[in-house]
């Protein structure tokens, strides 16, 4: 089957574009090697942040930073070298986790040195009002 003239070329327009998109999508940093600010203005750029960098280093013609934010929470940010600018920050989604779970854990140790129950000692409950639903408790 033969396609109409216009269609082969709109076709051939559409994979020729669909072909550039990555380059589009690239996040690499194209600055000069000259036109770069030192690893010490990197630095010196995350302690005005309140960062704790842990790691730097240079990736995609990028700097790399990895370290601990402000809040205490882990991140990676991909920087600029001439500008100084974060282009790209992911945070530690595990550390968040791990610290949500402490923070639980810290309320629920809290909770049990302050309630006047003795170990070994049955805990009371009270009795559900009547039409209600009954709440279980699990230690």
Sequence with gaps: MK???SLRRSL???SLGLSALPTWADDDCEAPLNRW???EAVRQMGAAQGWQIQ???IDDGCYEVRGIDAQGR???AKIDPETLQVLKMKQ???QRTREHARDHDEGEAEQ???SPSSEGAPMSTPAPASGSIPRGQVE
């Design 55 to 57: 790691r730097l280093k």
């Design 74 to 76: 882990g991140f990676k």
């Design 92 to 94: 530690d989604r595990h």
């Design 3 to 5: 396609y109409p003239l």
């Design 37 to 39: 600010q030192t690893r």
């Design 112 to 114: 049990h040195k302050r």
């Design 12 to 14: 051939l327009v559409l």
